[in-house]
Structure formats: C-alpha cells, structure tokens
C-alpha cells in the first residue's frame, strides 16, 4: 500500500529527486568543462611544439644571467641600429626596414624577455628593468655602441629610459609614433580608465593562450596563411607574450618613477619624431574606439618629444597606422638613412 502524498516519508523522497537531479546537472557540467580544458590545453601543445620546430630562432639566444634574449643582427657599419619593438613586435618585425637599413650599416633587433625566442621575465616589469636587460644584451652579446635606436610604440619606453641612463651610447634616436615618459605624465591621466579596462582582459588572456583560444578566436585578426603570417601567429598566440603585456601593465606605476629619478634627454641629442595620422593599431580592436579621441593630445605629446632635442625635428607620416614600420616602411627607411648620415658627420 502506497503512502499518502502528505506523509512524510513521501515529501522526503520527492525532495531528494530535484536535488539529485542538479547534483548529476553539475557534475556533467564540470566533467565538460574538464574536457573542453584538456582538449584546449592539447591543441594549444601540440600548436606550440610544431611552431617551435617550423620557426627556429633566426639569431643568436644570449644569456644576460640566468634568462635569454634572442638578438637578430644584419649588415656591417656603424652606428649600429637598434630597432625596438612594439608591444607584441618581436625581432623579424618591420623586416623590410630592417633589410633596406642593413644595407647602410649594422641593424640589430632583439625579444624583450617573453616575446618571439627570449626567455620569459616576472610578473612585474618596469621600463627601468627592460633597459637594463637591453644593457646587458648588448654588452654579452658584444654588440659595440655607439647606438641609433629606433623604438615603435610602447617600445619608446625602453628606448628612452636606455637613452637616458646611457647617454654617452647613444648617436641618435629615430621615433616610430612611440610612447615617450612625456606619454605617462600628459596622456596617462586620460589613458587612465582606458588602461585599467583593458588590464584585465589582457592578464586574462595569458590563460586564453593556454587553452588555445587566442588561436580560434583570432582577436587581433593576423593572417596566418603565409608562412610570415603563421609566424606572427606562432609567436604572439602563446602565454608568455600575454603575460608580458599584463607584467608591463603592472609595471606602469614604477616606470613612472623611474623616469622621474633618471637623468633627461640629452638636449643636443640628434633625434626625428615621425607621428602617425591615425591611431590604427594602438590597440587590438575590440578596444580601439576606446582612444579614437586621444588623437589630439597622443599628437602633442608626440611634438613635445621634439622639443626635447635642440637638434630634433618632428613629421607626421599621412596614411601611417600606429605600427609606421608596416603601414609606412619606405617613410621609416628614409628616416633612419637620412639620421644616420647626420650623426655619421
């Protein structure tokens, strides 16, 4: 004989068939999600094994003490070149400036630690810390000043906190629409809210690498159907460039007053600042529309860098995007070749 649904014994039961029923939705749940985890964290192993075999370091890994830089050098002359990248730019970046520049004299390009071949570097890093590993690079790696630094983007940092804690190194300085220390005290304030929305995507995104998902989603929309595309695929969509990005981030605080205690630019230092006309590039972009109003004050901080050198001058490239080594390389030679004959005399 069946008990009344009012019994007891009857409510207790039909109570524990929800309960079991969310507890068997949850565990298929997170047995999903383990698998979709491993299945990603496979393809992104079996991705980044067979890259790291197609694409070998095309230059020499230079140990500056227990990590390593990749540094790529061309041609023969003085002073030598040294190209640094933007954010995400490696050593094989802006190729075509760098073979027409080797012609002339030596050209170096090398891997802030974590990007293209180097080693990664901490959870924190400061323009102070990427100057000294580019110092100890180039003494290790017996790359002789004196120096024409050529910097792109966020790359302006290091290039200039280099500059300035060498200066007796330095034979010119060419500027690629890069960030200078005049960036953190004019455009930062605005660049505020903006930096710290996209800080933790970007810390973020150092797990999307792992799980392979910078690969399938494609945010930065690269082409990887020639073999210079799947390169730029094979080194950005990986952890560590994600989580240099997110250490530089952080870093952005110390940067600050490290600039503030460095010695200034040398005020007789030959220098050109090439501005590009339009902030294309700056960001990856779902984050674009974010700065497209900056461009006035990214274009006055860009004509105070000049003034910072008696001997500077200062041009806006038309038609250049953020990355003018691409967008504009013929304009970037020319600028480079046409420093490089004024410091020679």
Request: aromatic residues 4%; contains cysteine; proline residues 7%.
């Amino acid at each position: 004989m069946h008990p009344p649904r009012s019994s007891p014994r009857y409510s207790r039961r039909t109570a524990r068939r929800p309960r079991a029923r969310w507890r068997s939705l949850l565990l298929w749940a997170l047995l999903a999600g383990v698998v979709v985890v491993s299945i990603g964290t496979i393809y992104q192993f079996i991705s980044v094994t067979r890259e790291q075999r197609r694409f070998p370091p095309p230059g020499r890994l230079v140990d500056i003490g227990g990590r390593r830089l990749h540094v790529l050098c061309l041609g023969e002359g003085a002073p030598t070149v040294i190209m640094e990248s933007s954010g995400l730019g490696t050593s094989v970046s802006a190729a075509a400036v760098r073979e027409a520049v080797s012609r002339q004299t030596r050209v170096c390009s090398y891997d802030r630690a974590g990007l293209g071949w180097s080693d990664a570097g901490a959870d924190e890093i400061s323009a102070g810390d990427f100057a000294d590993d580019l110092l100890r690079l180039l003494d290790r790696g017996s790359i002789r000043p004196p120096y024409l630094l050529v910097p792109a983007s966020v790359g302006g940092l290091t290039a200039e906190m280099f500059a300035r804690r060498n200066p007796d190194r330095i034979a010119g300085m060419v500027w690629l629409d890069a960030a200078d220390s005049g960036v953190l005290e004019r455009v930062t304030a605005r660049l505020r809210s903006t930096v710290i929305s996209i800080e933790t995507p970007v810390c973020l995104a150092r797990v999307g690498a792992n799980l392979g998902l910078l690969r399938i989603l494609n945010p930065l929309d690269l082409d990887g159907g020639t073999d210079d595309g799947a390169r730029t695929v094979a080194l950005t969509y990986r952890a560590e460039p994600m989580a240099t990005l997110c250490a530089q981030l952080r870093g952005l605080p110390r940067s600050a007053r490290e600039f503030a205690a460095a010695p200034p630019l040398r005020s007789d230092l030959p220098m050109t600042v090439l501005t590009a006309s339009s902030l294309r590039g700056m960001l990856p972009p779902a984050f674009q529309s974010r700065i497209e109003g900056l461009a006035p004050q990214w274009r006055a901080a860009q004509e105070g860098l000049s003034q910072r050198s008696s001997l500077a001058t200062w041009r806006v490239v038309e038609g250049g995007d953020h990355l003018l080594a691409s967008s504009k390389p013929d304009a970037v030679t020319a600028a480079i070749l046409e420093l490089l004959a004024v410091v020679r005399k």
